[in-house]
């Protein structure tokens, strides 16, 4: 590489004159060189437009063609996923309403159950406080009854003890009885 370097320059030196081409002045506008330059002007832009026409612009319109197709399948299959994507979303959707409203029967049926145990049981318990309270109005009646004749009892002992006492005689006790009974009657129908 060296070697080739040192040539190249030892040639430029001899050929300094040749190179700025300073004697004869441009050679592009001395028209002695005008046929040769059109030769190879014409030569290298008409391959410079073969290769572009058959070599590059093939390759490029190839690629535009193979994005244009692939671009379209992009879209096609973004479509695709697209509605695929809504199909799901609308069953989705669905799944939901349906999950709502199977969610709101078991909800009013769990209602009408609670509902009607909550009726049975206040029912039931109405019929016992109800019994409980025929159970004691039975009992104050019995209460009454048994308390009214052991008074009517102890209040005939007592007059015909007062009687006893103030008179110094003893009184029949079935009059006296009687007397207690009929009083305690006309007393205890204010009550009753």
Known sequence: MKIFGTALSIILVLNVSLVYGAEKGMPQLNPE??????????????????????????????????????????????????????????????????????S??????????????????????????????LSIEKEIRDLKKTSISSINKIAVEIASEIIKKTVGTEINMSNASAIVEDISKKKVEKFL
């Open 104 to 133: 709101k029967k078991i909800i009013e049926n769990n209602k009408k159950i609670l509902e009607s145990e909550i009726k049975k049981k206040n029912d039931k318990f109405n019929e016992e406080i109800e019994k409980e309270l």
């Open 33 to 102: 060189f005008w046929l040769a330059q059109i030769f190879w002007l014409t030569l290298i832009f008409s391959s410079l437009y073969l290769a572009i026409w058959k070599i590059f612009l093939p390759k490029i319109a190839n690629n535009i063609e193979n994005r244009k197709s692939k671009v379209a399948n992009d879209i096609n299959e973004t479509q695709k996923i697209k509605e695929n994507v809504e199909k799901k979303l609308e069953e989705y959707n669905q799944k939901i309403d349906e999950a709502k409203k199977e």
